[in-house]
């Protein structure tokens, strides 16, 4: 008799969960082209986590701004770059300067315009240099200390409902010598040229073995493992209601020992905390050195996955559009991440439609579960991709899973709520379910590594999710 009773009790439980669903999906509808009331709707859903995420784009320039007036640094008159110290080229001028002749504040919107896609309109800057020049013009400033944006972005998760960050906090910071080792820039490169994959692994090998024979390669992960666990620790930015991790990331434009060097010590880095639960790749992939390197960063990832196969790492792909380079370089960028590199996750994937043998590499990114993270903002500014020209039908049609990010939410002044605006507005093909589902992919496919922490993020977000359309008109 009990067991009967409880099981009409779930009975009833499911029945009532599944009708707030089909009102929460009735709403949604009604409300689908009105983008106040779809603010409103996505402003108060959960959103889970956000796993592509760039801590250095996601502070607004406002504080980082604030921050440069009050240390007094270097304007740069021309390029409204900010530097502690001057350097030889271009005008420089203090800040506190600047204020005494009373033209600073007239030169503050024109900074954050540099900083930001603040008031940008076409015609102001090319959009995609616009985007990539920002970072270094402020950096500066962000790198100084870590801490107030830090608590930035979490504030603001907390402000729209997002419990989970996976940011690419870092790069790699190491004192190496590796003047003995420059002779493997080239043949590294000569040998990628010619196809040579197994050779490339061999000097590869090679390369690692050296690599660890220097005590600074383990005096790198050490103290690039307790900057982040100190930091985060100190701040105590994990509680009952959000949690961050970290990625450490490396730059696709250094030569390849270099390049070699900071993915070993990533890997490393995240083989030994359980902070940092992956490793990625960032800076302009249609770059001179991205695109020629391209086929040897995916082998190095490859390498490193053979000697560290827990570890987790995404990669940005695809992320070109056509006329921005050549069209055969579309082709393959994808396929080359997920089939060489092994990659766990793929970022932007836009080129996709481009890609040789589109529909087979769609099936398998299915069938292996390899989500790809969308970034819808970031695709409409930087490489004019929108509406159906984005391939978002695409993956959706082929059951890929999918993640919404924010990708650089400071640079291009957005939210993790607007992502799901435009989602649920240009793309009406999207469900309430299918959306519900795309917000748990995103605890479902994070690199968290404690199973018990991932477990219960999911049970919270599904208790956020009940909550949620239980208040819904």
């Not at 900074?111 to 896609?117: M, N, T």
Request: aromatic residues 12%.
């Amino acid at each position: 008799m009990k067991y009967i009773l409880n099981l009409a009790f779930f009975i009833s439980l499911a029945f009532g969960l599944r009708a707030q669903e089909e009102k929460a999906a009735s709403y949604l509808q009604k409300i689908r082209n009105n983008e106040g009331e779809l603010t409103a709707f996505m402003a108060q859903m959960p959103k889970g986590g956000d796993l592509h995420h760039h801590f250095s784009g996601s502070i607004y320039a406002e504080p980082l701004l604030a921050k440069a007036i009050q240390f007094d640094y270097y304007l740069n008159m021309e390029s409204m770059a900010m530097a502690i110290k001057p350097s030889a080229q271009g005008v420089w001028k203090r800040l506190s300067s600047l204020a005494s002749e009373g033209r600073l504040e007239a030169m503050k919107n024109e900074i954050l315009r540099r900083w930001s896609v603040k008031d940008y309109y076409p015609g102001f800057y090319p959009s995609d240099q616009l985007f990539f020049e920002s970072f270094d013009k402020y950096l500066p400033v962000l790198n100084e200390e870590y801490a107030p944006g830090m608590l930035e972005i979490k504030n603001r998760a907390l402000a729209e409902n997002v419990s989970y960050i996976e940011t690419m906090f870092s790069p790699v910071y190491s004192r190496i010598n590796l003047s003995d080792l420059t002779s493997f820039d080239g043949q590294l490169r000569q040998e990628a040229s010619l196809s040579n994959d197994r050779e490339v692994l061999n000097l590869l090998e090679n390369l690692y073995t050296k690599l660890l024979q220097k005590e600074a390669i383990t005096q790198a992960v050490n103290w690039n493992n307790s900057f982040i666990q100190q930091l985060h620790d100190s701040l105590k930015i994990d509680d009952e209601r959000f949690t961050m991790r970290y990625q450490k990331y490396v730059l696709r434009f250094k030569n390849p020992v270099d390049l070699f060097k900071d993915i070993v010590i990533s890997f490393m880095s995240a083989n030994t905390n359980n902070l940092v639960v992956g490793v990625n790749m960032v800076a302009p992939e249609h770059g001179e050195t991205s695109m020629k390197d391209y086929r040897l960063h995916m082998l190095m990832f490859q390498f490193c996955h053979q000697k560290f196969p827990k570890v987790k790492y995404s990669l940005h792909a695809g992320e070109l559009a056509m006329g921005q380079v050549a069209p055969e370089s579309l082709t393959w960028h994808i396929r080359d991440a997920i089939h060489t590199a092994k990659a766990n996750r793929i970022g932007h994937g836009v080129d996709m439609p481009y890609e040789k043998n589109s529909y087979e590499l769609l099936r398998y990114m299915s069938q292996q579960k390899i989500p790809v993270e969308i970034n819808l903002v970031s695709n409409r500014f930087i490489l004019q991709i929108k509406e159906d020209k984005h391939p978002i039908k695409l993956y959706h049609q082929f059951k890929v899973p999918m993640v919404i990010s924010t990708d650089d939410a400071g640079v291009l002044r957005t939210s993790l709520t607007e992502q799901y605006v435009l989602l649920a507005k240009s793309y009406p093909f999207f469900s309430y379910s299918d959306i519900k589902q795309i917000v748990l992919n995103s605890m479902d496919y994070s690199f968290i590594k404690e199973t018990a922490l991932k477990q219960k993020l999911r049970q919270d977000l599904l208790k956020r999710f009940q909550e949620f359309e239980e208040k819904i008109p």
